[in-house]
């Protein structure tokens, strides 16, 4: 995690692959992101977190935040955030929501 990216509304925290397989458990949504896809940038009102399995990056409007293989993201207030797998490695790539008032990615 990048002191930067904590400034700019991002905190971003590695998971072992164990922890990411406990923690999958309490997600309310899960959303498939193939290589060479994208989510449409969008905002929160309130504090926005997250499960990144294989993602390439956290979209953000000063450019992409490279993820580790799994992490928690947590995404601050009002802050415009979106994930992408351009150039990624795996089709297994996922973006676990932990709210139930999120609504649903729209990947294109």
């Known amino acids: 995690m990048s002191f930067s990216a904590l400034l700019r509304g991002y905190l971003i925290i590695p998971l072992s692959e164990r922890m990411m397989n406990r923690a999958a458990w309490i997600?309310?949504?899960?959303?498939?992101?193939?290589?060479?896809?994208?989510?449409?940038?969008?905002?929160?009102?309130?504090?926005?977190?997250?499960?990144?399995?294989?993602?390439?990056?956290?979209?953000?409007p000063r450019g992409d935040l490279p993820l580790p293989p799994r992490a928690l993201v947590v995404v601050f207030p009002f802050v415009s955030h979106g994930w992408t797998n351009r150039g990624g490695a795996t089709d297994e790539s996922y973006v676990h929501d932990l709210t139930p008032?999120?609504?649903?990615?729209?990947?294109?």
């Not at 498939?32 to 953000?60: P, Q, W």
């Open 101 to 108: 008032l999120h609504r649903p990615h729209a990947v294109h």
């Open 27 to 60: 997600a309310h949504r899960k959303t498939r992101v193939a290589i060479g896809k994208e989510t449409s940038t969008h905002h929160h009102r309130l504090f926005s977190f997250y499960f990144a399995d294989g993602m390439k990056a956290l979209r953000t």
